[in-house]
């Protein structure tokens, strides 16, 4: 029988498979992408918690559906740092990562005009979920290389002891299950 993990996030309500990531351990799968209600109930949420910003950057993919929702509601430019590096990017910027959902070394690149453009803009991370922080910390160091100014970092979700942090702004906290 599969398992599933409730969550209250932004006045809503669902159920989170229970998925396997080794044998220690298994994480309530959030997934924002096709949710079109709870993306909106948690961008509109999470902007009343984070300070004013010119422009919103998410690591591409899962946080993607967030930071366009969040741009939308506040009419302002959002940008993804890219997995790979696009026919259309132009002498872009890259920096390696490391996350908990994704086996190996990935590296995150941002086209050079986007860089350009985040130099002394007040800058908000945002992503669906903040675990391990590897993702966060690889984003920063994309955008401090891009001369951002760097105001908040943000999720739906803190997972495990992401939770305890306090330099981080989220909605709700995800518990991780030991085996």
């Known amino acids: 029988m599969e398992k599933y993990y409730t ?17 220690k351990l298994d994480i309530a799968a959030f997934v924002m992408f096709s949710d079109c209600e709870l993306t909106v109930r948690c961008a ?21 559906p967030l930071a366009y929702e969040m741009a939308k509601q506040l009419g ?4 993804v740092a890219r997995k790979s590096v696009k026919a259309y990017m132009r002498d872009p910027i890259s920096i390696n990562v490391h996350s908990i959902t994704t086996a190996g070394t ?33 984003v920063e160091k994309l955008l401090n290389e891009a001369g951002a100014d760097i105001i908040a ?27």
């Open 7 to 23: 969550l209250k996030v932004a006045g809503l309500t669902r159920e989170l498979p229970i998925c396997p990531i080794n044998d």
């Open 44 to 64: 509109e949420e999470l902007i009343k918690k984070i300070p004013k910003c010119d422009v919103i950057v998410t690591a591409e993919s899962k946080g993607i």
């Open 76 to 79: 302002i430019k959002y940008l």
């Open 106 to 138: 990935q590296t995150l690149y941002l086209d050079r005009e986007e860089a350009n453009y985040l130099k002394g803009k007040k800058t908000v991370i945002v992503d669906d979920v903040i675990s391990t922080g590897e993702s966060l910390v690889a």
């Open 153 to 179: 970092k943000s999720a739906v979700l803190a997972e495990g002891e992401a939770a305890d942090r306090t330099d981080i702004i989220f909605l709700e906290k995800l518990p991780l299950f030991f085996k």
